[in-house]
């Protein structure tokens, strides 16, 4: 499932911007997003920004230097796929695979836009094809395949691209011999693929299972958030499994669950601390931490 895009109030095109000229009062300043404000006010753009947990105002700078992790109260920024790329592996050393594969609107599928059309939107906005990046890499010396997904994307929904990158990601691994490291940050199965996007949670277990067979090492870390048919297939069948801390891990929201089981959920459902005391996550990662722990698994499993 994807979030579709809702227009944001007060964005040109939109009723009450421009034309209907709304006086003051209406114009709450809630409307003014911080990003598209600073301008306005004097302030170089995006130079400062407010933690969306302990509501400090940050530099950005500062920020972006602490791994985007708010250095008050440690909330993990959501990264996208390059910057992700950047805070695990050795300088350099990403070599991306596959990137010239592009989805394809098969099914002719229109929602609120043609399928087609936000494509084309998302790969503008993105300058990407899909919202994965896979590639070989190193980690503290080590040789991995690296897969790591791009909510800036169509919120990291997979599609045939992304199961495809996955399942050759893995197949690489299975033939090197090398370690298969998959950050997952998704919305779940991509809609507008309908069945073959759900098509993808079979073909990337299959080839997990072939990893598996021949004692290939797969780590699986989780981000915020990691939802849908991603959490029900690849992301759950790691050989081991990271999480970063207070990242969202769940199948299906926890309003639709609530309103299912007609019962209070208890507190901290769905995050990964809260997984890990369950069982379905063997450690909860600091972002600081994860390159060095990343490696470890590597040296533990004597890969
Ligand atoms: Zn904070």
Request: glycine share 10%; charged share 25%; proline share 6%.
């Amino acid at each position: 499932m994807t979030q579709p895009k809702q227009p944001t109030p007060g964005t040109p095109g939109t009723p009450g911007s421009p034309g209907s000229a709304p006086s003051q009062a209406e114009r709450s300043w809630l409307e003014h997003k911080p990003e598209t404000n600073g301008k306005a006010a004097g302030v170089p753009e995006g130079l400062w920004k407010r933690c969306p947990n302990c509501e400090a105002m940050l530099y950005a700078k500062q920020v972006a230097q602490n791994l985007h992790v708010c250095p008050d109260c440690d909330y993990h920024y959501r990264i996208d796929a390059i910057q992700r790329i950047e805070q695990i592996c050795d300088p350099g050393s990403f070599e991306p695979m596959w990137s010239n594969l592009s989805p394809r609107d098969t099914l002719g599928f229109h929602d609120r836009i043609p399928y087609k059309e936000r494509l084309k939107n998302e790969q503008e906005k993105t300058g990407q094809n899909d919202a994965i990046q896979c590639g070989r890499a190193f980690i503290k010396g080590r040789g991995v395949v690296l897969a790591v997904m791009d909510n800036r994307f169509m919120m990291a929904s997979m599609g045939c691209v992304v199961g495809e990158k996955i399942t050759r990601a893995i197949e690489l691994g299975t033939e090197t011999d090398r370690p298969v490291i998959i950050v997952s940050a998704s919305g779940g199965a991509r809609m507008q693929e309908s069945a073959l996007s759900l098509m993808q949670m079979s073909k990337t277990s299959a080839a997990l299972a072939r990893l598996d067979d021949v004692g290939g090492l797969f780590i699986s870390v989780l981000t915020d958030p990691t939802t849908g048919g991603v959490t029900a297939s690849f992301a759950m069948l790691g050989d081991v499994i990271l999480a970063e801390r207070e990242a969202l891990i769940g199948f299906a929201g926890p309003r639709v669950i609530a309103n299912t089981v007609r019962q209070d959920l208890p507190e901290g459902f769905q995050r990964a601390e809260f997984l890990q005391e369950k069982g379905f996550v063997d450690r909860v990662i600091h972002r600081h931490d994860m390159r060095s722990e990343i490696s470890r698994v590597i040296d533990y499993a004597g890969k």
